[in-house]
């Protein structure tokens, strides 16, 4: 009602009346069967002509406005549930998207109630709403006609139709209730199929056809997907068994009422109108029992409230502190950002990625981070923006605790091109854009990052420029190379640097690039950042030696600090690393 007014009162509004001229219908067809033998046989005190046109005109006018309702109603209920799969859409996604951080994502027990709230096993809010007035309007057939049986016949037959027909329906929802669990429970094999049929569809097509892979492919979702259904057919099996005893069950109750019926009739105890308007009575409460609507219902609900739950679960197991003081975090850092005794664990991880690290940025300053893999560079880089708080210790920006900060404020300081950086499937403007989307339209700005990231040329060959949406699947849309998609990612983070951030982060930006390319970043990089904080991360030497200040991260702290002459005096990790690339480069000149 709060979503979509008209649309939620129509639908119950259409099936309660639906529920409302069926019964009619009953009663109608009942007199006009009532009122024929006394017109045949012209008995006294028998219904005029007349009166008998008007009594068929109305049963017509119901009948004909019962055949209508149903098509009316599913107008309404399709404007309905668009409505609400997208409120749901929304009420999912908000709150997972809100928090400043991400340690919510990785927490068991928010991703439970998210699971939840999107409806396991496809039961989803949507669809326990949508059998909402089709229950109502069972109910109230079931319950419309037990009265006529009632009025018409006999209250206790009313009395043993109605009972027998809510135990079946019980009963029917906890067969489908346990089909459900079953099915639940077999998420890991489904989850596999899945995994196998995207694999084939969407993610590897390359690399599957080169190793060959098709038919592997083909029997492992076979195998994965007949796997899953396995304890699904065994309980559907059972469920067959009690269904057909349940069906005999119910026309044991049905056909002994109206056994009862036609003996009263027999008997001269009741007139043909009433046995007329019984038996479908009778009928109509058999047919109204609604398991598999009340177990959507339920299930629905169950979603429902876990939506409900969701912001709340995140908001007091995640608190995000609350905005602090009056520091002018618009323009940090003017001096320098500072990791003091950083220690940091990921949740739920066994070991200390970072252990007691202390390192300076200092704004305006080119700071080049280098380490193995896996030593802990883009983890710091998460830190440095926020998403992850430090296990102990502290970061500060101009002497403030970060966690001090207004954080939303803090991450817009930051420009950054991480790893797995973003490609939108969007025009290429806003894969540009997005670095600060609220300076859309400057249009100068534009050009310029285009150029210093070497995008401009690429644009200006694109079909429709700008506009041109850089993915394939789309109408008009263009496939990049990795090295393309890169610049663009360079661009995004410059037109975040023009919009006013103070810090760029740059998490292997040559790693796609080629050499030209590579160069080129290279030369602009330190003239590009010479305003800002910067910090980039890189295993090729040639882009982290013309840093003002390079630091070598390895078991969670910094080991080297100095420019790239020092640490090649120095002689330590730094200088063995670099000479090890040098060397080889110099052998594959070389050889070449
Ligand atoms: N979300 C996570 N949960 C748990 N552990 C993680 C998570 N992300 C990274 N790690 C672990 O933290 C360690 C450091 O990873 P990180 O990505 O910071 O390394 P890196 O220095 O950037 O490496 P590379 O040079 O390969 O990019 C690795 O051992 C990694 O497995």
Partial sequence: MRIAPFAAASTVGLAVLGSLLGMAVTLLTGQVVGAVPGIVGDAPGAMSLWAFGWLLAALLTVFV????????????????????????????????????????LEDGEVLDVQERAKGKGGFHLAQGMGQLPWVLAARITMIGSAVIVGVMFSWAV????????????????RMIEREIDVWWGNTEEQRRANYVFDLGMRDAPKELRVFGLHDWLVR?????????????????????????????????ADGFAILLVGRAALAGELPIAQVATTIPAILAIGVAGSGYGIVQIRRGLSAYRAMVALPETIATRHPESAAGGS??????PVREI???QVTFRYPGAETDVLRGLDLTIRAREALALVGVNGAGKSTLVKLLGGVYRPTSGRITVDGVDLAELDLAVWQRRIAAIVQDFLRFPLPA????????????GDDGVRARVAREAG????????????????????????????GEWQRFALARALYAVHGGAGVLVLDEPAAAL???????????????????ASLIISHRFSVVRNADRICVLADGRIVEDGTHDQLLAADGAYAKMFRLQAERYVSGAADA
């Fill in 65 to 104: 406005l019962d055949s209508l309702q149903p098509a009316l109603h599913r107008v309404a209920e399709m404007v309905l549930e668009a409505a609400v799969v997208r409120e749901i859409g929304i009420g999912i996604t908000e709150p997972l998207l809100r928090p400043l951080r991400i340690e919510h």
């Fill in 158 to 173: 009313a009395a043993l139709l109605v009972g027998v027909t809510l135990l079946l329906e019980w009963h029917q929802g």
């Fill in 220 to 252: 492992r979702y076979t195998q994965e997907w007949a796997a899953g259904f396995r304890a699904v057919w065994a309980r559907r099996g059972r469920n067959v068994g009690w269904s057909v005893v349940m069906g005999l069950a119910r026309l044991a």
């Fill in 327 to 332: 520091h002018r975090v618009e323009t940090m």
């Fill in 338 to 340: 500072r990791f003091e």
């Fill in 429 to 440: 403007d806003d894969n540009v854009r997005f670095g600060a989307i609220e300076r859309a």
């Fill in 455 to 482: 995008i401009a040329e690429l644009v200006r060959e694109l079909p429709a420029g700008w506009e041109t949406v850089l993915d394939k699947a789309f109408e008009g849309g263009v496939d990049l190379s990795g």
């Fill in 514 to 532: 080629d050499v030209r390319a590579e160069i080129e970043l290279v030369e602009r990089y330190l003239e590009l950042t010479a305003g800002v």
